[in-house]
Each structure stands twice: as structure tokens, then as C-alpha cells.
């Protein structure tokens, strides 16, 4: 049965393949047109391919009725530098994108970056406290957080105090706030 805004067909070209993935909003913005990714196909055990970002969708994907997700996700074309044969449309891959490589760069370990209102912030250790710190940051992974408006050195915590220090005064007793370092 044909539906409004289903597709009913997908039409295949010869001598071109393209791989289809969705990225969460938050890594959006670090995918570069052009840039490479690492292919391994599920049917094709143990060998590497080489994509390209080729269309990086500029609106979120609406996910179906039924799905709780709340995460946007972009819809990202990559294109192959060769087709292999063997390839099948249809196939199950993943994808492995090294990023871009950022040199003499301040980070963080991304927990300990906030975000409230549309603004980020750590919670930077002055003496004895913590206090609030609005940070600019520029980019993302899974672990680490890129960012300006701290030196190399500064101490951040890796939760919020005002609520671990919560949390302590209802257990009793309870550890205080994590920490971790701005790095180059």
C-alpha cells in the first residue's frame, strides 16, 4: 500500500553506491562534506572501505510516531571512493569518522560541561568552592569537550556541586564533587 510521504521504491544507478546514516544533533556540526569515514559491511566480515561525507541533511529527521526518542537526528549520504562489486543495497554497515584533527586546543571531559538556557558553563574550583564559569564551546566528542574561556590548569568539577552537596546533606554523609582538569 502506498502512503503520503512513504517511498515505494528505491532506485539503484549502476556503478554507484551510497551509504545512509543518522547522526545525533549534537554531532552535527563536526561532520565536514567531504570528510572521510571507515566502512565495514556487515556481509563483507573483516574488510575496510573508504566513504565520504557526501549531503549532510540541514533539518532533523522526524522519527515515527511511535519511537520515545527525544534526540534529533540529521540524515548524512556518504559515498564511496570505489565500488566493490560484492556490495548490496540493503546491507547493514558501521561507520568509524576519525573527525578532524584540532591541535593547541583547551578541553574538558564532557561531563563536566553544562548547558542551561542556551548557554554552557563548568563549574570552576576558586579555593575551597566552586563557581559558575560561562564557556564557549566549539566542539564535541564522546568524551571530551573543546572549548575557550578557561586557561590550562583550571580545575572543573565533573558534577554539579550544588547538587551533590544536596544529595550529601541528605545521606549524611557523601562524597564531594568529582574533578577534572582543563588539558591541552
Known amino acids: 500500500s502506498a502512503f503520503s510521504g512513504r517511498?515505494?521504491?528505491?532506485?539503484?544507478?549502476?556503478?554507484r553506491m551510497e551509504l545512509r546514516a543518522k547522526i545525533n544533533e549534537i554531532d552535527r556540526d563536526n561532520l565536514q562534506t567531504g570528510e572521510a569515514a571507515k566502512v565495514q559491511i556487515d556481509m563483507l566480515p573483516g574488510e575496510t572501505f573508504i566513504a565520504r561525507v557526501g549531503t549532510l541533511a540541514g533539518l532533523a529527521s522526524r522519527g515515527n510516531f511511535w519511537?520515545?526518542?527525544?534526540?534529533?537526528?540529521?540524515?548524512?549520504?556518504?559515498?564511496?571512493?570505489?565500488?566493490d562489486p560484492?556490495?548490496?543495497?540493503?546491507?547493514?554497515?558501521?561507520?568509524?569518522?576519525?573527525g578532524r584533527e584540532l591541535k593547541d586546543v583547551l578541553y574538558v571531559p564532557r561531563q563536566a560541561v553544562f548547558d542551561?538556557?542556551?548557554?554552557?558553563?563548568?563549574?570552576?574550583?576558586?579555593?575551597?568552592?566552586?563557581?559558575?564559569?560561562?564557556i564557549?564551546?566549539?566542539?564535541?566528542?564522546?568524551?571530551?569537550?573543546?572549548?575557550?574561556?578557561?586557561?590550562?590548569?583550571d580545575v572543573v568539577a565533573l558534577?554539579?556541586?550544588?547538587?551533590?552537596?544536596?544529595?550529601?546533606?541528605?545521606?549524611?554523609?557523601?562524597?564531594l564533587p568529582s574533578t577534572g582538569g582543563a588539558s591541552k
Do not use: H, Y
Open 136 to 153: 564557549k564551546v566549539t566542539n564535541r566528542t564522546e568524551s571530551r569537550t573543546v572549548i575557550t574561556g578557561l586557561k590550562d590548569g
Open 7 to 15: 517511498s515505494i521504491a528505491d532506485v539503484i544507478e549502476d556503478g
Open 86 to 98: 560484492r556490495f548490496r543495497a540493503g546491507s547493514s554497515a558501521r561507520l568509524e569518522i576519525a
Open 67 to 83: 519511537e520515545s526518542n527525544s534526540t534529533r537526528q540529521f540524515d548524512v549520504a556518504f559515498q564511496f571512493d570505489k565500488v
Open 159 to 175: 558534577v554539579d556541586p550544588d547538587i551533590a552537596r544536596r544529595r550529601s546533606k541528605s545521606t549524611s554523609a557523601g562524597p
Open 116 to 134: 542551561k538556557n542556551g548557554k554552557s558553563f563548568v563549574f570552576l574550583k576558586a579555593g575551597e568552592t566552586f563557581q559558575q564559569r560561562e
